[in-house]
Each structure stands twice: as C-alpha cells, then as structure tokens.
C-alpha cells in the first residue's frame, strides 16, 4: 500500500519560509510525476506545483518565483520550498503521487501551513 506522509508544516510571519517535506513508503517512486495541492478554509483544493521523474516542472502561477519543488528518489522524499510566504499561502498542504500518467491517485493527509500578517 502506497503512503505519502506530509511534515514541516507550522505558523510563521509574512516573509519567513518553510521547507515541506513528503516521505512516500509502499513503492519505489522515481519513475513517478509527484506533487503538492493545498486547500484554504471555504475553498476547493488547488494545483500547487509538480515535478516529473525527468526534473521538469510547472507551478501555479500564485507561487511562481517564490516555491521551489524538489525530490530525492534514492530517499522517496519530495520537498517544497516555500520563502517570501504571504497570508494567502495560508492551507492545507498535501503531497500527491501519479503513479499511473492519468492523474493522482494516492494522497498524503496534508500539514498546515498558516502565514500571519
């Protein structure tokens, strides 16, 4: 059984940064498309970035310039690197595995991430 653990989550101020971390178990991923979601109280869940097995990667043009994704596939860890955090990053993050080209089908229980003013 695939399982995908988020951590790093926490409360930090506008400007700070915050390093997330996805540990994956069941499967070795490194062939796999991986990604991170959030969802923001009262709003539906949200494309944050991803990164292909070949080291291509996209992200939502709200956190462009500001979060990095990153993985270790010897570890089964991805990263998100978030700096200049601002108060509307504030969510649920999730870590999210593609393990079939056609979408994500295992999801980790999310961390939260709060940023104040």
């Known amino acids: 059984q695939v399982q995908l653990t988020e951590s790093g989550g926490g409360l930090v101020q506008a400007g700070d940064s915050l390093r997330l971390s996805c540990a994956a178990s069941?499967?070795?991923?490194?062939?796999?498309?991986m990604g991170w979601f959030r969802q923001a109280p009262g709003k539906e869940r949200e494309f944050v970035a991803h990164r292909w097995s070949a080291g291509s990667t996209a992200y939502a043009d709200s956190v462009k310039g500001r979060f990095t994704i990153s993985r270790d596939n010897a570890k089964n860890m991805v990263y998100l690197q978030m700096n200049s955090l601002k108060p509307e990053d504030t969510a649920i993050y999730y870590c999210a595995i593609d393990t079939t080209a056609g979408g994500y089908d295992y999801w980790g229980q999310g961390t939260q991430v709060t940023v104040s003013s």
């Open positions: 069941g499967r070795a991923f490194s062939n796999y498309r």
